[in-house]
């Protein structure tokens, strides 16, 4: 009944509009990140694609090694509630080819795998862009990968890599201690954001105007922890694993 439904829906809607709408979103998402230096569009940019965007964030300190899709796809969730995949479950081949990564350094992961070390495993993010997205939902997701790409490497510290399996696991202790350091600047954040927010309450469009809020309210407060955590870091090395291995910094 359901996937019957969904047909339906496609059909009452059309496959032109549909494409039409998503070729909207997917070239207005190129055009809007590719001139950022801290990130990198995969694949072709010059021939029609589909409404999937792939990309690496560079490191704003070592340009050679770019964030961990799966650490970006996890900040794009903790952070904004955006769902996201980091990684690469298969494709190996291509996936190495994308990130110019060469036979040496491939046979070197592979190796490393073989040992147990899953978390190796290069890989990129992965968003979509569906015809029903609404044009706020697009803002937003744009204005959180630009936000990973400025600030993204600051949360490093917040966060524990394991090399065992490819998580990226918070600090929990350790950002509360960071909220508690810095209640002033939340609270002001908040009683902001929350300001808004009850005003918007007696506008017809409360539904709408109430979820812009409390999106902005989520970029001010990640920017509001980025801005307490250090611009720089050093890269936290693995005994068990050549750092050379990884082509992400950790």
Known sequence: MRAALAFWVKEYINYEEIEKREQLYINKALKRLMPNPNIEILGNISTKRQAILSFVIYSTTNITKILSGSFVATL??????????GGCACAGPYGHDLL??????????RSAIQEGYIGVKPGWTRVSFPYYMGEEDFEFILAAIEFVATYGQRFLSLYKFDLKNGSWKIKKQKLEILLNENKFYM???REKANNDYFKARS??????KQVGILRRKSLLEAKCIANRLPKFLSE???????????????
């Open 76 to 85: 794009l969730n903790d952070l904004f509630g955006i769902q996201a995949r």
């Open 100 to 109: 110019n990564i060469n036979e040496s350094q491939s046979l070197a992961v």
């Open 187 to 189: 609270r002001e954040t």
């Open 203 to 208: 506008d017809c469009n409360v539904g709408t």
């Open 236 to 250: 936290r090395i693995h005994p068990d694993v050549d750092p050379s291995v990884l082509h992400f910094i950790v």
